[in-house]
């Protein structure tokens, strides 16, 4: 991985030739680079923003089988993301966990019809699906995964067990059922570590922040886009990993190409201790009486409600609009009528565009979700294009394998590792009792004078690899951040120098948890752009322009009320120890 944004530069391929080059640095691409990485072959990826952005930064944060796929006949994608889930369970528990979820049903009956003529195209709108569907697909789950059976099958309750636990549920609610998923707490941070497993002595190179500007035969013209310094490459095969941009990036390439359509799923994060008590954590997998699924979740203390599902024409124009946040609210009063969720609850909000094969249905919920691999020559047939088409978070390590296996195959290379049962990043060694995580931090307490709590945390963001980050924070003076007094300089510095930071949003949003629990404010902004500037060696201009760029994507994309003017106030005013920029 090119180094933080101070280093990169120096570290951009010059004249340099791969055996592959990758667009695009969502989780898919991110999962095919380590997979041919590890093979020994030699690999470029640019992302022409941060790692795992867009869509990949867009998800439900679910880690699941798909259970409305059913429905739609997609019984291969639901055994394999069952698969991969459990496979993610057993490779990445310091980020994925069991998530019990919980569906309130309204009738024994309905939806029976849509099921059975779904596959016959004689009925094309979904309706509420009854307690026979829900079992039947609940029995589908537990069957795909009985020799793997890695968390509790499903059960049914009845109306007053069901109203005995869910007091708060609609009384219309005739009987419930419970059955097992997971979520993921950290899906950029998981990213980040898939992208660094590229095994010893590898000379693949991941570069964020470069975009792919033009193709000459076998010549790829590369522009830093914080820079704009431009590189050539050479390479035969191309890789189009570039989510529901595919088909733009193929026109670039030379290549006319329509797989693609795109919808948009927003989110929403809410602060509301009535509701996230009700939850108890549990995940409640509902649909609007049009058949539209939604679901809410406890994530770091607040409650993320999701999803809509629009088709979109402008890619680049996505955001989460008024009339989608009140869909999700309004939705929420069918299952809890007598809970109260204001617009002002809402602490962050998120949307991207999930990449759909470009199939005609009569709703978004029909289009297929599982994922192919399109391979075709341009027209001068001195490159092989690989497009990425679909692709879920759940089987990106299954989709990277696929697509590498295709790439080894036509260079004749031998397949040297499997990731089927390689841990990820801090999966590796993860201490899986109370037992062992009380000896792990016990450990790191006596070896590098932490807390319990301090240490305890620690693991928690960073799995096993938070070794690396104690070690460095004993090789320095520290201090916690004031405005994130769970967070200090160092752990911040650690991020900033070894995981390709280049602007403060990036530490914000994609290497730490802070934008979505709902923590950022003007003093948040204030204290880490002065500690990114200052850590990277910005001068002033660059620190407003960074300012500026992390305050126009919070207030258009995420809907925070902050202030370029109020951060540049509490700079001056605030903080007199020499930390910030402007005094």
């Known amino acids: 991985m090119a180094g933080d944004g101070k280093q990169r530069r120096e570290r951009l391929p010059q004249d340099a030739h791969f055996d592959v080059v990758i667009v695009g640095g969502g989780i898919n691409g991110i999962s095919v680079y380590r997979e041919l990485s590890l093979q020994g072959v030699k690999v470029l990826l640019v992302e022409k923003e941060d790692f795992c952005s867009k869509a990949s930064a867009a998800l439900s944060r679910m880690i699941h089988g798909g259970l409305r796929y059913l429905e739609n006949g997609e019984f291969a994608l639901v055994r394999e993301s069952l698969a991969e889930r459990n496979r993610l369970l057993a490779n990445a528990p310091h980020y994925v966990q069991p998530l019990v979820t919980t569906i309130p049903i309204f009738s024994r009956w309905s939806g029976l019809f849509y099921a059975l003529f779904n596959f016959t195209g004689l009925m094309d709108k979904p309706s509420r699906r009854g307690a026979l569907v829900i079992k039947l697909g609940l029995w589908f789950y537990d069957f795909f995964t009985r020799r793997d059976q890695r968390l509790p099958r499903h059960r049914f309750f009845s109306q007053s067990e069901t109203a005995a636990r869910w007091p708060q549920f609609d009384p219309a609610v005739a009987c419930s059922a419970d059955y097992y998923d997971a979520w993921i707490s950290a899906p950029e941070r998981l990213a980040m570590e898939v992208l660094s497993d590229t095994g010893e002595q590898s ?283 769970d967070y200090s300089r160092r752990e911040l510095m650690y991020l900033i120098e070894h995981e390709a930071v280049c602007r403060s949003l990036d530490l914000l949003q994609r290497r730490t948890s802070v934008a979505i629990e709902g923590r950022i404010d003007n003093s948040v902004l204030a204290e880490v752009t002065e500690l990114v500037a200052a850590t990277l060696g910005w001068n002033e201009q660059q620190t407003k322009q960074d300012l500026a760029e992390s305050c126009r994507q919070l207030q258009r994309l995420h809907g925070l009320d902050i202030s370029a003017e109020q951060v540049k106030h509490i700079w001056t005013t605030s903080f007199s120890g020499g930390n910030y920029v402007y005094q």
């Open 203 to 485: 000379d693949s190179l991941a570069c964020n922040y470069t975009e792919l500007l033009s193709r000459d035969g076998q010549c790829f013209t590369l522009r830093d886009t914080l820079t704009g310094e431009t590189v050539t490459v050479t390479a035969d095969k191309l890789v189009n990993a570039t989510g529901a941009w595919v088909d733009q990036t193929n026109d670039r390439l030379g290549l006319a190409s329509g797989y693609l359509q795109g919808t948009k799923g927003s989110h929403i994060i809410v602060r509301h201790p009535e509701l996230l008590a009700e939850l108890d954590g549990h995940m409640v997998f509902y649909e609007n009486p049009e058949g539209r699924v939604c679901i809410l979740f406890p994530y770091y203390g607040n409650v993320l409600i999701g999803s809509t599902d629009i088709p979109v024409a402008d890619l680049d124009a996505v955001t989460c609009t008024d009339e989608e946040i009140d869909y999700m609210l309004d939705s929420l009063k069918a299952v809890f009528p007598a809970l109260v969720i204001q617009r002002q609850d809402i602490v962050y909000q998120f949307s991207g565009v999930r990449p759909l094969p470009s199939v005609k249905t009569s709703t978004t919920g029909q289009i297929p979700r599982s994922h192919a691999l399109r391979v075709d020559s341009t027209q001068d047939d001195l490159v092989r294009l690989y497009s990425l088409i679909g692709g879920k978070w759940t089987t990106f390590r299954a989709f990277g394998e696929e697509v590498a296996d295709q790439i080894l195959s036509d260079m004749a290379h031998p397949r040297r590792i499997s990731t089927a049962e390689r841990p990820i990043g801090g999966g590796r060694d993860f201490p899986q009792t109370d037992i062992e995580r009380k000896a792990f931090t016990k450990a790191a307490q006596a070896n590098y004078g932490l807390s319990d709590a301090r240490a305890e945390v620690l693991l928690q963001r960073y799995g096993t690899q938070c070794l690396a980050v104690m070690a460095y924070l004993a090789d320095g003076e520290d201090a916690m951040l004031i405005s994130l007094p």
